[in-house]
């Protein structure tokens, strides 16, 4: 089992940066991506960032060129850096992590979730 703590969110204005952290705990030996998700009210979960254990990242289109997800594999963390916030980007965002148990099965958890707001 893995537990997944998402901490960082917040009230900011238009153009301003937050960083989010995701600490995850319990099997994470067992870990192979960590990343990060967002909901909308009235909208689907999608892709914010992901990072493999190799390092390799992957992006949501929207946050492209603003966004950067960073690991730190001592504290088994992950960083969401998050630059010129638009009020689009107004979310839940979701920590998660994508692990694999035994030979073939997976396991997908995801963190309690943490309010991003950016206002004009």
């Known amino acids: 089992q893995v537990q997944l703590v998402g901490t960082g969110g917040g009230l900011v204005q238009a153009g301003e940066s937050l960083t989010l952290s995701c600490a995850a705990s319990g099997t994470t030996s067992s870990i192979s991506v960590m990343g990060w998700y967002r909901q909308a009210p009235r909208k689907q979960r999608e892709l914010v960032a992901t990072v493999t254990n190799n390092g390799t990242t992957n992006y949501g289109d929207s946050v492209k060129g603003r966004f950067t997800i960073s690991r730190d594999d001592a504290k088994n963390t992950v960083y969401l850096q998050m630059n010129s916030l638009k009020p689009e980007d107004t979310a839940v965002y979701f920590c998660?992590?994508?692990?694999?148990?035994?030979?073939?099965?997976?396991?997908?958890?995801w963190g309690q979730g943490t309010q991003v707001t950016v206002s004009l």
């Open positions: 998660n992590a994508l692990a694999f148990i035994g030979t073939y099965g997976k396991a997908t958890y």
